[in-house]
């Protein structure tokens, strides 16, 4: 448990999404408490109650605390560095000289987010994936300012507390964020100019990297099928590849139309209002396989 001064202080997660509840739950399964300071109360509770129905080790906030007695504050923001920084001021004012904080990191450098705080060295990005309780992914974010101590007890509480099989970044930056728009770019590129359709780039993208991807990753799947032939598929393709460096249209029409995905009926596919709990039921079924998959297929199995 994490414990501060001698006492068992519940780890505090801040947040208005499925991915601050989840995150939550994953820490009530394992029997850890929690501290939930968030907007909409019911929806919090009545999110969290479908991963688990315990919530003895629960306690949810609307309102700051006066103090924050947690060793470790866990953030979940938009991707906005005034939001990001006014989060980390108020959990500042409150928390002890100790408290370690952890904020979700896409576009954003952590030191971009540090220049305001008092103390720089207390801050970590960690990023997630939904559903946290069934993933075993966790990206840490670190840089020059981040302190060892604050590195290694984050890394053992992801490892004990979440199940995680954390990854430690040292230059400030995510690289599931970079290597997924990389992929996305590529992928609407092929699309705008009419190579191939939405349909086809989401059965590519299934079928072959999706087919791989939980069992090995791209370095090892390149060992076992022989890296020389990728090298000159690389060296033919790269010129082809897209460069852009500003928003795709598609993307903007879709904004623009308010088509931002499956709660609003529409996104790239059209969707029937019972669908979305239709994907949501079939998601969470496939989450729980693919999890007992990796265990059983674990890189521990093989990194021996």
Known sequence: MVEKNGMIHPIMVIGQDK?????????LLSMHPALLLTDDRPIAEETIKQ????SRNLSIV???????????????TSDKLEEKQELIKQ????CGDDTIIAVNLEALYLDEIQMQMRNKSRLLGVNWTYPVHRTFFAEVIANQYTSLMSL?????????YWKKDPYILRHGFSIRARMMAAMLREGIYLVENDFASVESVDRACRNDAGFYLPFVGNFRYMDLMGTYAYGMVMKDLNKELSNWITLPNILQEKRDKGE????????????????KEQWQAIFAMFSEEIQQLITKYSHESFDR
Do not use: C
Not at 51 to 54: E, M, Q, V
Not at 65 to 70: D, K, Q, W, Y
Not at 152 to 160: E, G, H, I, P
């Open 19 to 27: 991915l601050a509840y989840s995150i939550v739950s994953d820490l």
């Open 152 to 160: 290694s007890a984050v890394d053992n509480w992801l490892k004990t």
């Open 51 to 54: 991963y688990t129905s315990d």
């Open 62 to 76: 609307t309102d700051w605390p006066e103090t924050i007695h947690s060793q470790f504050v866990v953030l979940v």
């Open 91 to 94: 959990v500042e004012e409150r």
């Open 260 to 275: 931002t995905g499956m709660d609003r009926g529409k996104g790239f596919y059209t969707y029937a209002p019972e669908e």
